[in-house]
């Protein structure tokens, strides 16, 4: 069965410093890959997706992932975070030919000042 | 287009009483997901549609749970009778299933408490 595991359930981070969470996932055919975040009391929102092509991929707010196929990663990164990046980060995954997005238990990021 | 639309926002209910989630789907979209997000279980597909179809129901809980959509833009999920431990929140999502592999776009969920 298609799994995706996020490694760290929480990630505290300084305002202004680097930061990566990370996603692997299973599997051995292709696959779509997708990172949204949660503000509090919200939905999840999309941040980026990987459907093909360039496996270095941006998204909003400054984000990017990096689709690693030999690995089976999609890390996500931002060169800078911001107090308002503290949220939850839950990265998915789709099967090709298939309807059913699978997600991560989620990180939660918290930026501190 | 409004996005994913879901009613109530809230909702607290006694033990045993029967709830219902609504959600509007995007137009256009064939595919919708109900999912269920607690602390300790994270988010959980609870079942999903394909045109109107349901395609996996694995992830309902127990028959206690059911999900309709009768047509491309309404769905519905009925609790019967609601437990304290169904208190979670429930999140609608739909998206247009292609092999472009779009996304799902979420609604902003219905927070269920059940006393």
């Known amino acids: 069965a298609q799994s995706v595991t996020q490694l760290d359930s929480q990630v505290p981070v300084f305002e202004e410093a680097p930061v990566e969470l990370r996603c692997n996932y299973s599997?051995?055919?292709?696959?779509?890959l997708f990172w949204y975040v949660q503000y509090p009391n919200q939905g999840l929102q999309l941040l980026l997706k990987?459907?093909?092509?360039?496996?270095l991929v941006k998204g909003i707010n400054g984000f990017e992932a990096e689709f690693n196929k030999s690995q089976t990663s999609f890390h996500l990164r931002k060169p800078s975070v911001h107090i308002s990046d503290t949220a939850e980060y839950f990265c998915?995954?789709?099967?090709?030919?298939?309807?059913?997005?699978?997600f991560g238990t989620g990180t939660r990021l918290k930026v501190l000042a | 287009d409004a996005g994913v639309i879901q009613s109530p926002r809230h909702e607290v209910t006694e033990m045993g009483q029967e709830v219902t989630l609504r959600c509007k789907p995007i137009s256009g979209h064939n595919s919708l997901f109900w999912y269920r997000q607690t602390m300790m279980r994270g988010l959980e597909l609870l079942i999903y549609?394909?045109?109107?179809?349901?395609?996996?129901d694995s992830g309902m809980p127990e028959d206690r749970f059911s999900a309709k959509m009768p047509n491309a833009s309404f769905s519905t999920l009925k609790i019967q009778p609601s437990e304290p431990r169904d208190s979670a929140v429930y999140f609608c999502a739909s998206s247009l299933n292609n092999e472009g592999g779009t996304e799902a776009f979420f609604g902003q969920g219905t927070r269920l408490t059940v006393v």
């Open positions: 599997s051995s055919v292709s696959v779509y």
């Open positions: 990987y459907l093909s092509g360039s496996t």
């Open positions: 998915a995954v789709r099967k090709s030919g298939t309807y059913k997005y699978i």
């Open positions: 549609f394909n045109n109107n179809v349901p395609i996996d």
